[in-house]
């Protein structure tokens, strides 16, 4: 068994998914391809999972590393399974550039990873990259799954089941902590034994459709009586999701922060207030950067030097996948695979998350049928940028580009159709050579 890890220089990540398969009986003896093109941080990523696999692992599986584009064919060459966790660019300089240009125009955001202008340019710099994987995976491991975790899920995964012929899911922890954290939050912690949930739309705007405890009683009555209450005394961390069960009666998978600028409701430059009452952090993902390389900075020798370090099998989705397609043992997950008749009200172009059943076939997806139709409208904002932008990637059309940004729910309410024009340019030379010539 093969399994290439690409971006591995995500050290933490790597730690989580590559961890977990050594722990794995079905995985433990793989050999395990490290690639990145930042030498540094690929030489940490091995030297931690080599402590882990001495550990854990009583050293079954083969480590092996591969830096820069020329070696990259090498790493894929005859692999079972391809993990994706790159970040094109990086924090800086792309990142605080998605941020700082379109703040001058008065465009405020949360995030930037997956939707608005931020989502858009962070697509356009990371596909031509992944199609590079995916021809190279073509070539030398026609058969492998790609198991995808680079934001913008949607429009990343939806490229490659749509112009590639590498098989793709995408891999999302939204979906796996969506009813516990509800739950929670609530004060319904004993109801965390659910007897079945159904969750179903897009990446980080998946709809908990339903829910029920143990007995088989519908949680929903009291999930958006409890939820109403909560927004209207007291001042929390998930306000606009309780807002969406309030307006649109069903929770949706990924936090407020994150869903605050999937739409034009919440950050209003005309209404200020609206951010103090939603507790909405703008600029959340910047600040987020920077406290994650000064925590790596103090965890470093902590992780890479430890010759005692071990790991416990963490919840993340890959080495359950990996296991399941190999011992033809099913296991089930919430994949982002494209719209083969899943979602009825939803396109067909559309990349959708929806239940997925994986064993030694491989990842099926099953029917869902046709969503709420006010879910599926929301869910339609989105996916009419994430289609615009994944053609303006594909065809090198600049125009495409203006149309996605002037689609974008939350950047169309807030700038009028010239500013975003000069954003969209802006951004595009600021980005330089991370991005291809447009036309």
Known sequence: MKITFMGAGSTIFAKNVLGDTMLCDALCES??????????????????????????????????????????????????????AIQVGGYEPCTVIDFEIPKKYGLRQTIADTLGIGGI???????????????DMEEVCPDAW??????????????????????????????????????ESLGMEDKLEVRRELIAGINHMAWLLD???????????????????????????????????????????????????????????????????????????????????????????????NATLTHERSKEYASYIMEAIVTNNPYKIGGNVLNTGLIDNLPAEACVEVPCLVDGSGVTPCHVGR???????????????????????VTRKRDL???????????????????IVKMVDELIE??????????
Not at 373 to 384: D, G
Request: proline share 4%; with cysteine; hydrophobic share 35%.
């Open 401 to 419: 580009i203006y149309n996605a940004a002037m689609l974008e729910p939350h950047t169309a309410a807030e700038l009028d159709i010239d500013d």
């Open 146 to 183: 790609f198991l995808n975790y680079t934001n913008p899920m949607a429009m990343l995964s939806g490229f490659m089941q749509r112009y590639t012929g590498v098989k793709t899911v995408g891999l999302c922890h939204s979906v796996q902590v969506c009813s516990q954290h509800l739950l």
């Open 31 to 84: 050999e395990i391809c490290l690639y990145d093109i930042d030498g540094e941080r690929l030489k940490e990523s091995y030297l931690m999972l080599d402590n882990i696999n001495r550990n854990s692992n009583q050293g079954r599986a083969v480590l092996k590393t591969y830096l820069g584009v020329e070696n990259r064919k090498e790493a894929l060459r005859g692999a079972d399974f391809v993990v994706n």
């Open 430 to 439: 600021a980005h330089g050579d991370y991005l291809p010539a447009y036309h």
């Open 371 to 393: 969503l709420p139709v006010q879910l599926a409208a929301m869910n339609m904002t989105n996916i009419n940028v994430q289609l615009l932008t994944i053609e303006a990637a």
């Open 121 to 135: 340019m962070r697509t356009l710099r990371t596909i031509p990259v992944m199609e590079d994987f995916a021809r």
């Open 211 to 305: 829910i029920r405890d143990k007995d088989g009683n519908d949680l929903y009555p009291e999930i958006r009586r409890r939820a109403l209450a909560k927004n209207e005394s007291e001042k929390h961390t998930d306000m606009v999701r309780f807002e969406y069960i309030r307006r649109l009666g069903y929770y949706c998978t990924e936090s407020s922060e994150h869903n605050a600028e999937y739409n034009p409701f919440f950050i209003k430059s005309k209404y200020p207030e609206l951010i103090e009452r939603y507790n909405i952090p703008l600029d959340e993902y910047p600040r987020r950067c920077v406290k994650q390389i000064k925590k790596w900075n103090e965890r470093r020798d902590e992780l890479v030097h």
